[in-house]
């Protein structure tokens, strides 16, 4: 390989661009071929005058490993200080301005613009309804803000046009009986994705172009899609904890148990991160809770303070588990990866630098589009055990009638009716599982029930 070969993309194209607009370019009088591109040229014309390059072996060293590792530059080799006494040395001209620009807009392209966050605790953690993940643009992809459109509308339909939506579900999504998937899959993988889905779709009922949920792989099933829902699942007592095994979605108590069972699971996670931070207290600032006392402003301004970082803390960290599952096991089990003993997982979080050393973007936002919702459904996977299951609530709830006989009123009304008599967030209990003294169920159960999926 040559040493051009070498050099980054930028200075290579350069060299191309030159040697394309020297092409053909008359010879001079003494027969030579005009010395090459011009940049060359000037550069052998400087050499003449005077090396303008200290060839030190600091400088030397600072060149090859810039040749060496094009997509990163170390700063203890001084390249850019070599570079530019290298440019104080030129004469005004081409060459000086060519190298010039480069240098500057790679000052320029090494840091984002605008910054992708801020300090302090205002950007430190995420906010419950997904809001300021963009600085720039704080209400992209929050809670309560309108679905995306991916795809331009391109044959407007009037309503009395539209086919019937049980016919598009019938053809689409109602499937003709079970087929064993081939590789096995276990159904707790279709558990996972109902958590997935539940994380960034939350359609309001009264208007459906509104996502009341983030469109965030947040953990909002657990920890709510708002303040006030949040605020709900939490202690409070200065440990950063949840209630026990406790989340905030209630939609999951319809869907089979395995969904809930792995939920409580994070549940327990964040509170065990939480507990291992406040005995760790890696940075020597955390208190022990039972020695602050509440009526005492300072104390309780202190006692709040630490309550809100270790949940806040413990909260990143378990959301960060969450997406490393997400694009490990859940993204293999899909791409079928697992069958052929692959262990590859994506990896979304390393800085990019692209080949004019400008960073890739990231930490923009995201909003999820109303034909996202649409599609990403798994009806058609149901296990038979979990057909059975829903079959069975069906029946219960609706007082025996056949599924084909439900009319949409008919949902309604047992929708409004289990909304009224749900108990407090802290007696849900789902697969029939009952809560102990503490409020938490019985690892058996829990057990079981991932066990049985």
């Given at each position: 390989?040559t040493?051009l070969?070498r ?5 290579r194209?350069?060299?191309k661009?030159?040697?394309?607009a020297?092409?053909g370019?008359p ?9 090459g591109?011009?940049?060359?040229r000037?550069f052998?014309?400087q050499i ?8 030190e072996?600091g ?9 060496r ?14 570079a530019?006494t290298?440019v104080?040395?030129?004469?005004p001209g081409?060459?000086?301005?060519t190298?010039q620009n480069?240098?500057v807009?790679l000052?320029?392209?090494d840091?984002?613009?605008?910054p992708?966050t801020?300090i302090?605790n ?5 906010t419950?309804d997904?809001s300021h ?6 209400d ?5 803000t309108p679905y995306?459109r991916?795809?331009?509308?391109s ?7 539209l086919p019937?939506p ?8 109602k499937?003709?009986?079970f087929v064993?998937?081939?590789a096995?899959?276990s159904?707790q993988?279709?558990s ?8 960034v779709?939350r359609?309001s ?7 009341e949920t983030?469109?965030?792989v ?5 920890y ?6 949040q ?5 409070r ?7 026990p095994d ?6 999951l108590?319809?869907?089979p148990?395995?969904v809930c ?7 327990r996670?964040h509170n065990y991160i939480a507990?291992?931070?406040l005995?760790i207290?890696e ?11 509440a009526d005492v402003?300072?104390q309780?301004?202190?006692?709040l ?5 270790l949940?806040?803390i413990?909260r ?8 490393s599952v997400?694009?490990?096991d859940?993204l293999?089990?899909?791409l ?5 003993g692959?262990s590859?997982?994506?990896n979304?979080?390393e ?9 890739f ?6 909003v ?5 919702n649409?599609?990403y ?6 296990s038979v055990?979990d057909?059975k299951?829903v079959?069975g ?5 609706f007082d025996g009638?056949?599924p084909e ?10 929708a ?6 749900r108990?407090?967030?802290?007696d849900?209990t789902?697969g029939?599982?009952?809560?102990q003294a503490?409020?938490?169920?019985r690892?058996?159960?829990?057990a079981?029930?991932?066990?049985d999926?």
């Amino acid at each position: 390989m040559t040493t051009l070969n070498r050099l980054p993309s930028v200075f290579r194209k350069n060299s191309k661009e030159k040697e394309t607009a020297d092409a053909g370019s008359p010879s001079k009088e003494d027969g030579s071929s005009g010395g090459g591109p011009q940049v060359i040229r000037d550069f052998r014309d400087q050499i003449k005058k005077g090396n303008p390059l200290s060839l030190e072996i600091g400088t030397l060293a600072s060149l090859v490993d810039a040749i060496r590792h094009t997509e990163s530059i170390d700063d203890r080799k001084f390249l850019l200080e070599h570079a530019l006494t290298f440019v104080s040395r030129l004469e005004p001209g081409k060459l000086s301005n060519t190298i010039q620009n480069k240098i500057v807009a790679l000052l320029y392209n090494d840091l984002g613009h605008p910054p992708a966050t801020s300090i302090g605790n205002k950007y430190a953690w995420r906010t419950a309804d997904g809001s300021h993940n963009n600085i720039e643009l704080p209400d992209l992809g929050k809670a309560g803000t309108p679905y995306a459109r991916s795809v331009q509308q391109s044959h407007p339909l009037p309503k009395n046009q539209l086919p019937d939506p049980g016919l598009i579900f019938d053809t689409l999504l109602k499937r003709e009986g079970f087929v064993k998937h081939p590789a096995g899959l276990s159904s707790q993988m279709f558990s996972f994705a109902a958590l997935v889905i539940h994380s960034v779709f939350r359609t309001s009922h009264t208007d459906v172009n509104i996502n009341e949920t983030s469109s965030y792989v947040d953990l909002s099933p657990l920890y709510g899609h708002n303040q006030e829902t949040q605020d709900r699942v939490r202690v409070r007592n200065g440990y950063g904890l949840l209630k026990p095994d406790v989340f905030a979605e209630d939609r999951l108590l319809l869907l089979p148990p395995a969904v809930c069972a792995l939920l409580v699971l994070f549940s327990r996670n964040h509170n065990y991160i939480a507990k291992k931070l406040l005995d760790i207290n890696e940075r020597g600032t955390y208190v022990d809770p039972s020695t602050l006392k509440a009526d005492v402003p300072a104390q309780k301004t202190q006692l709040l303070a630490q309550e809100e970082e270790l949940f806040q803390i413990a909260r990143l960290i378990n959301c960060g588990w969450f997406a490393s599952v997400v694009f490990s096991d859940y993204l293999s089990c899909i791409l079928g990866l697992v069958r052929d003993g692959s262990s590859w997982s994506l990896n979304p979080f390393e800085e990019i630098r692209q080949e004019d050393h400008s960073v890739f973007e990231r930490g923009k936002g995201n909003v999820c589009s109303v034909e996202f919702n649409c599609l990403y459904r798994w009806h058609a996977t149901t296990s038979v055990e979990d057909e059975k299951w829903v079959e069975g609530l069906f029946d219960n709830i609706f007082d025996g009638k056949a599924p084909e006989d439900i009319s949409v009123t008919d949902f309604k009304l047992a929708a409004r009716k289990i909304q009224a008599t749900r108990p407090d967030i802290t007696d849900w209990t789902f697969g029939g599982l009952q809560r102990q003294a503490d409020h938490t169920f019985r690892d058996e159960d829990l057990a079981k029930i991932l066990h049985d999926s």
